[in-house]
């Protein structure tokens, strides 16, 4: 144990402790617990670190919690920590987080109100949960009340429903339920409806039983239990309601936002109904009884609808408008009495005042006298031994004595209800069982307990040992059933607790004794209580300041009661004088009624109890009174004490069933939970209790089968042995030491308390190091793989890009060198080119440069000699000149200047002279000057040599030069005379010029202005041109736009106009198939009403012993011949038998019968209203063949008078064969042997020539035969409107022209020949019909290509135009070229067909060569063997005929019909047929038959026929119906029968596909379409009929074999179960797998393959399948929280993956089944999905488009980890998702309908089969049939 401890208290393990608000807080340990330790240390959820103390004496630890995985368990006792806390936390989670008001606990339903109206008590969860193990599906009350009523079918054993719970809890509620729900599931044994009437009890009782207090708006204030009565078939016959300690003091008084009972505010909701005006009502706030509480209105509820209510089931249950009347009379007497004013006359008397309106409408309403009821309403009468006395009451007293009279009659009034309404609900059928449902208060505790809070406690101790005994008996029952040693479990046992209350000399005891005491009252009987008990018994106690009042121990708390009170409630006491008042009545008989068993209201002593004094009236006693009077009536305690001592018996008499309702909060919050209120209740009500019963032995139970596969992880491999149970022994041995924690039974280890949890956490944690270890060599592997992965990739990646880089290089290499080579050459080329342009271009310029250099230069010189002549004769002059001036001006400045110099060197040598020294100067100066002088001269003398030679030189160059220019100088003057004339000539032609100036000028101004004009043209031209491009391009774009709008348009309208034809298609579609399921459900409803009638005829018959050897059968086919039904011998026989079961009927209830013909006749006309609905949207498909006929027939109309004279022909033509057949006959016949047959024989002359003669009349005859092929229609279908007699005119004319023919011989030849011909005709009028329908369809055919051709081409026109030339020109060329080729293949199919027809006819001509060479050798042989002479015309033409002759009929007699349907239907046995005879054989017989009675033109015979066809059918099915083989081979051929009907109709639509043969086998005398809407009909019975027996074939499989059986093994996990696995009420008959469902889908489909069934009707049928197994396992997944897992949701999948192949391989892909099981597909995949972030909830609502938001909250809600690694859905994701589905428009219902059938269809499926060629067998015994 201390090993255990230490292993769970350690760190991260959680506890709970105690908390003042929460009651019970969650904490984490943060440290190992030591055995040493004095606390521990904790961390509160909000991270708060606590140290937590623990007790030094005792070292109790602190109670752990769960693990997870079992936190939100349907069952408490599945915990494996049985405590206050844990159940407190799971119900808390439960109720909060999932939206779960269920739990089990036990054998216990602990309820919670969610103070608001859930989707979960609908008639879908009734049928889920109807048949279901308790264990299986979630906790519900329909669980519990299907426990019940399989206990009591199973164990022929009474059961009871005991619904406790304090006031609010819903109580009444969940009895209401329980009813509703074996009303539902059980139905009725009569057609009384009890069932209805049984429900129909809960608003009466909740009218005058039920009111508003401040815990409940809807407060029951009885206790009541119902008694449901079952017949050995277990359907409800009757009931029976026992009520307990009404609350009468309700009646007059209430708390605040309390009221009264509900029936008063209807009332007076109710006053201005016409029927209530003499009631005086008005609003409840103007009745004492009805305002006091201040709260007169409950919200949300309409007092007024309540009322009609009420009413309607008060009509229900039997009672009357009057006596209904009658009880509102006394119920508004009541509301007026309480308005009754008592005032004071003096301080011991009261007085009334005279005419009080509310008395006095008292007294109208109850027929009493206003003086007698004022009189004693203040008055008493008291009795003595000798006088009487009557007394005056003090106002009190009066107004108590009014309140009581109140309560009284209000008492009376409530038992005479319940006594009419178990009046009611009894019935003559005799009881076989009953379940009943206990609907009582729950223990009760106030601030002020008085006299009801005592004895609801003491029903309540009394109920609680019931409980107790009950729990411990089935734990006692559970440990000896499996063999475990047991102890007595020590258990609180409340005996003592009822000895106080209800021994001798106990509370009740004393109390009945005080009130035999005259002077009793309340404080003498708690002194009385305080000496008997407060010191022998340690239960009751005294209060420590008071001396009025008591306390007493109860199992669920302390009380304290006031013993005020207690002794006038107890006495229950009532003024007698009052009660005759009312006795007396005579105008009012229901209260009379209610008082006829009256008891007289006396006290045990004869006195009122209190003071005063006698009065001076004294009255003399009653001599006469009986001594009967001087009995005491019982007291309330005794009365009570007695009922629940009945109660009890019965209850120990019954197997209990217990439901605990909890109040969740006291201010009626939805969904809200008050953990203090809830832990009291649970102690109160007994949950603890069995918690803690079963906590003391061994609470947790596993099979060794669930126990191997949870903790198989626990297990060695060298552990597991071949014996399970063995090996769990050893394994348990190993893990838990102590042997005393755990048990092994036979099929069960039984645990204690908190091993589970210890297996759970050692399978944790080795799941946890396995885990980790896993993750380890994961991670290791993948790190590894990832790091190689990673290496190889970066040595591929080195590899590649050093390659590359390498490549690269090379490349860049490579590149470079070229590009240097390339760019050598090119600058080299470059270069070259340059340098030759350049050397081009400089010769060029230096050789024109040098020439113009040269040629300057040339010019310059011959200037420059020129000039140097010019300058030399101008300088030379000018030279001359100048000299000779210059010389003449040097002389004289010579002159001057010598002189002036001479003057000077005068004066100078003067003074020089005057001085030797100047002298010497001057003289050295001088010799210089002349030495320089001297040089001077000599230069001066070489110079004027070397001028004078050039002078010389000049002087000849200047003479020669002068020659030539006095020669050049004459021819100047030539040149200049010729200048002259020429300045002459240019004068002339300067004015001349000029005057071509003047008009170039002019010119040019004109062309500048045209040039201005053209320019400003061109301009504006441009201008134009651009503003019309613009405009062009504008209108391009806007043209553009439009088109593109017009297509988009026109796109858009086609799209509309598609989206609008495709959604009213689909809304015709919709239409069509709900109006085809209405009516085919009306067709269900119908079938179910005639069965029913037929059963309660037979039961009438039997219960009357009446012989019946059959029974007249009802018609069905309800078509308009039905009247001319001929019914055959063996029904028509039975009118005897029908007179006296009519007699007997008289007897049955009236109503019912009435009701039973409305309902028939109301559906009828449904029916037929219906048919004509769908008949009219049919016709909406052919209205255009309709409108095509009738204009066919118009035209038709006028051949009406040739047909008749070419009737005429034909039979004066038919008279011409037949004289010319007998000419040739005695032509044979009086021929000689020899020359019969030979070529040139009379004989072969006249047959040659009739041959010859009929051809070409043949050939004549054809286009008359056309024209008579109308004629004869629009003649079949007048004469399909003419009576019988008219039918039978040409008939009898043919019997006139037989009569004429006398000769026996001749008439027999003459009716031969006749019908061979008429034969011949008839053969001839069908081809040549055929071939004009041929002719007449590809007329059609082409005339709709060619329309299609036009369209086409007119499509390619509107193209071509819209293109350009160019590619118009292309287009067209392609259109031409496709459409030669078209018509080329046209001409060569033309040419095939051609040549195939010439094959064919030279193949029928060597035929017909051959045949003659045949008849050839006939006639030799006939030469030579004269026997056969007679017999050679014949062999040749009828051998070959009689195959062809039969057409497909088979004749039986009338009086064989029966023969026929009894050996072809009833006694047929379908296995054999369908393995032995082609599919659809009875169908084509009964056809067979069918076409000869039309073909022998018998109307009766034809619907003889086919009513008994479909009676016997019916009949068939109704006896084998839930034969799958059965109905399945019936349904094919009811399909293939009616399959027949339309293909030999004769209607063209349904002729499409038929043979040339088959269209001869048309019927020809009767229209059948009414007969086939019956038949129709009939199918759809039929098909449902199918479906259901599939249903009920599948349906134990669904939920085995898609959600419980594990197809992929290991996956799902198992978790610990609760008692309710324990406690199934059925056993295990063996688990169906996934492969059993599917084995059977292949038996369905492969038996209805063999039986012929249609392919569209086997989808049909498929589709229907896959629905149901979708409706039904997702329907308990959502009532199923264990199956709501991720791994459940893979096995979905897998299996759903499984169907789908089943499908595939069948080739059912495509019927819709697939899209059926959508809705589970996505539930699957939203309990693998993430959910936890806003994209997971995005995710979810765009997959689940085909879930409702009901079911994908409610997947979510109930979404259970099984193993402590998966997480749960936290609540405000659940929100989220709530949030983003609001929009949704979608159903609010929860689950699917089951019973849903799609609408079935029966597609038209013609059968290629020849009637001529089927054969009947001998096994059918069909020996009467005569093949025709």
Known sequence: MNRELEYMFVQSARVWIPDAEEVWKSAELTKDYK??????????EDGTTIDHKLDPKTKNLPYLRNPDILVGENDLTALSYLHEPAVLHNLKVRFIDSKLIYTYCGIVLVAINPYETLPIYGTDIINAYSGQNMGDMDPHIFAVAEEAYKQMARDERNQSIIVSGESGAGKTVSAKYAMRYFATVSGSASEANVEEKVLASNPIMEAIGNAKTTRNDNSSRFGKYIEIGFDNRYRIIGANMRTYLLEKSRVVFQADEERNYHIFYQLCASANQPEFKNLRLSTANDFLYTRQGRSPV???????????TTRHAFTLLGINESYQIGLFQVLAAILHLGNVEIKDRDSDSSLIAPNNRHLTAFCELVGVTYQDMSQWLCHRKLKTATETYIKPLPRLQATNARDALSKHIYAKLFNWIVEHVNKALVTNIKQHSFIGVLDIYGFETFEINSFEQFCINYANEKLQQQFNMHVFKLEQEEYMKEQIPWTLIDFYDNQPCINLIEAKMGILDLLDEECKMPKGSDDSWAQKLYNTHLKTCSLFEKPRMSNRAFIIQHFADKVEYQCEGFLEKNKDTVNEEQIHVLKASKKFNLLVELFQDEEKATTPTGQVPGTGGRTRLSIKPDKGRDTSSKEHKKTVGCQFRNSLQMLMETLNATTPHYVRCIKPNDFKLAFSFDPKRAVQQLRACGVLETIRISAAGFPSRWTYQEFFSRYRVLMKQKDVLPDKKLTCKNVLEKLVQDQDKYQFGKTKIFFRAGQVAYLEKLRADKLRAACIRIQKTIRCWLARKKYLRQRSAAITIQRFTRGYQARCLAKFMRRTQAATIIQKYQRMCVERKRFRQKQAAALAMQTILRAYMARQKYQALLREHKAVIIQKHVRGWLARCWYKHCLEAIVYLQCCIRRMRAKRELKKLKIEARSVEHFKKLNKGMENKIMQLQRKIDEQNKDNRVISERLVSLESSYASESERMRGELGRLRGVEEDAKNKANQVSSLLEELEKLRKELSVTQQEKKTIEDWAQKYRDEMEKMVSELKDQNGLLKKEKDDLNRMIQEQSQQMTEKMTRAIAQETQQLETDLNEERSRYQNLLTEHLRLEEKYDDLKEELAQSKNVSKPGHRRTDSTHSSNESEYTYNSEYAELEDGSRVGEDVTRGMDTSLTLKLQKRVTELEQEKQSLRNELENKEEQFQRARARDDAQFRKARGAELEYESLKRQELESENKKLRHDLAEMRQSLLGGTAASAGAPGSPAYKVLLDQLNASCEELEVRKEEVLILRSQLVSQKEAMHHKDEKETMTEPSVFAQDVNKLKDADELKQAYVGLKDTNRLLEQQLQTQRRTHDSEVESLRGELQNVKEENNRQQQLLAQNLQLPPEARIEASLQHEITRLTNENLDLMEQLEKQDRTIRKLKKQL?????????????????????????????????????????????????????????????????????????????????????????????????????????????????????????????????????????????????????????NEHCLSNFDLAEYRQVISDLAIQIYQQLVKCMENILQPMIVSGMLEHETIQGVSG???????????????????????????????????????????????????????????????????????????????????????????????????????????????????????????????????????????????????????????????????????????????????????IYPVTFPFNPSSLALETIQIPTSLNLSFLTRV
């Open 298 to 308: 409950i919200e949300g509820v309409d007092d007024a609808k309540e009322l009609r």
């Open 35 to 44: 055995n040493d330790d004095a606390s521990l240390q904790l961390m509160l």
């Open 1614 to 1796: 198992v978790k610990p179960t609760g008692l309710r696995k324990r406690t199934s009420s059925i056993a295990d008959e063996g688990t169906y797998t996934l492969d059993s469902i599917l084995r059977q889908l292949s038996a369905f489909h492969s038996t209805m393959c063999q039986h012929g069934t249609d392919p569209e009707l086997i989808k049909q049928v498929v589709k229907q399948l896959f629905y149901i197994i979708g409706a039904v396992t997702l329907n308990n997944l959502l009532l199923r929280k264990d199956m709501c897992s991720w791994s459940k949701g893979m096995q979905i999948r897998y299996n759903v993956s499984q169907l789908e192949e089943w499908l595939r391989d069948k080739g059912l892909m495509n019927c819709g089944a697939k899209e059926t099981l959508e809705p589970l597909i996505q539930a699957a995949q939203l309990l693998q999905v993430k959910k936890k972030t806003d994209e997971d909830a995005e995710a979810i609502c765009s997959m689940c488009h085909a879930l409702t938001t009901a079911q994908i909250v409610k997947v979510l809600n109930l979404y259970t980890p099984v193993n402590e690694f998966e997480e749960r859905v936290s609540v405000s994701f659940i929100r989220t998702i709530q949030t983003r589905l609001r929009d949704r428009c979608e159903s609010p219902q929860l689950l699917m309908d089951t019973k849903m």
């Open 1406 to 1558: 060597k035929v017909y060569s051959k045949r003659i060479g045949e008849m050839g050798a006939g006639h030799t042989e006939g030469q030579t063997s004269p026997g056969q002479m007679v017999e050679e015309p014949i062999h040749p033409v009828n051998i070959p005929r009689r195959e062809k002759d039969f057409q497909g009929m088979l004749e039986y007699k009338k009086e064989d019909e029966m023969k026929l349907v009894k050996n072809l239907i009833l006694e047929l046995k379908p296995r054999g047929v369908a393995v032995n005879l082609i599919p659809g054989l009875p169908a084509y017989i009964l056809f067979m038959c069918l076409r000869h009675s039309d073909y022998v033109n018998d109307d009766q015979k034809v619907r003889t026929l086919l009513t008994s066809t479909i009676n016997s059918i019916k009949k068939i099915l109704k006896k084998r119906g839930d034969d799958f083989e059965t109905v399945s081979f019936w349904l094919a051929n009811t399909c293939r029968f009616l399959h027949c009907l339309k293909q030999y109709s004769g209607d063209e639509v349904f002729m499409k596909h038929n043979t040339s043969r088959q």
